[in-house]
């Protein structure tokens, strides 16, 4: 069946390292693909997203490359700050569906 | 302009009971989505609802669970008879329109637990 796969958390970082986490996808058709970020005490808010192949998703100096031959969305950003520090979660929506499918979450902690 | 507003934020219901959580969706918007998250997992999807109207309920259970969204006033996602299994996060998004290309804002969620 569809599926998300994404690294386990916690992930935890010094200020202005570089990030990435891992975002692996099963699908029977063509998904778009999205990461969403979740700030504590807050909804989740679309972070990024890409609707086909080898399209590049950014926002906010996080990066996401949508890679058919590995399956794969894995969120990047060069250098992390304290205000980055969330859960993100990686997703995908498939062609005329009304929902998406998520990971389970990522936890990231940027300590200055 | 307020975002997606969902209430109680806790809710602590005992086995039996019956839980309401409620979704007011973002100004404009007549599509409403309900997903739990339970512990260690991903959000799952429920129900997807425009006004008056369930559109999907695929992902809801097929007992206990229902969902409504009227023509005034907020969604409403209803638990009868509450198990310690659905003890989880429960979380409403809203958009304008359904589909791909439009975003799907999603409210703080409402954590319920069973005791």
């Known amino acids: 069946g569809d599926s998300v796969t994404q690294m386990e958390g916690p992930v935890t970082l010094s200020e202005e390292a570089f990030l990435t986490i891992n975002c692996t996808y099963t699908?029977?058709?063509?998904?778009?693909l999205f990461w969403y970020v979740q700030y504590p005490g807050e909804g989740l808010q679309l972070l990024l997203k890409?609707?086909?192949?080898?399209d590049k998703g950014s926002n906010k100096g996080f990066e996401a490359t949508y890679r058919k031959e590995t399956t794969s969305f894995h969120l990047e950003k060069g250098s992390v700050q304290v205000s980055d520090s969330a859960v993100y979660f990686c997703?995908?929506?498939?062609?005329?569906?009304?929902?998406?499918?998520f990971g389970t979450g990522t936890r990231l902690t940027v300590i200055p | 302009n307020a975002g997606v507003m969902q209430n109680p934020r806790h809710l602590v219901r005992r086995r039996g009971q019956e839980a309401r959580l409620r979704c007011s969706p973002m100004?404009?918007?007549?599509?409403v989505y309900w997903y739990r998250q339970l512990p260690e997992e991903g959000l799952k999807f429920m129900v997807y609802?425009?006004?008056?109207?369930?559109?999907?309920e695929s992902g809801m259970p097929k007992e206990r669970f229902s969902a409504e969204f009227p023509k005034e006033g907020p969604s409403i996602l209803r638990i009868q008879q509450v198990v310690r299994g659905d003890s989880a996060a429960y979380f409403c998004?809203?958009?304008?329109?359904?589909?791909?290309?439009?975003?799907?804002?999603f409210g703080q969620g409402t954590r319920l637990t069973v005791v």
């Open positions: 998004a809203s958009s304008q329109q359904g589909g791909l290309n439009t975003e799907a804002f």
């Open positions: 699908a029977t058709g063509y998904p778009s």
């Open positions: 890409a609707t086909k192949a080898d």
């Open positions: 997703a995908l929506m498939l062609i005329g569906a009304n929902n998406l499918f």
């Open positions: 100004k404009g918007h007549s599509h």
């Open positions: 609802l425009q006004k008056e109207n369930i559109i999907d």
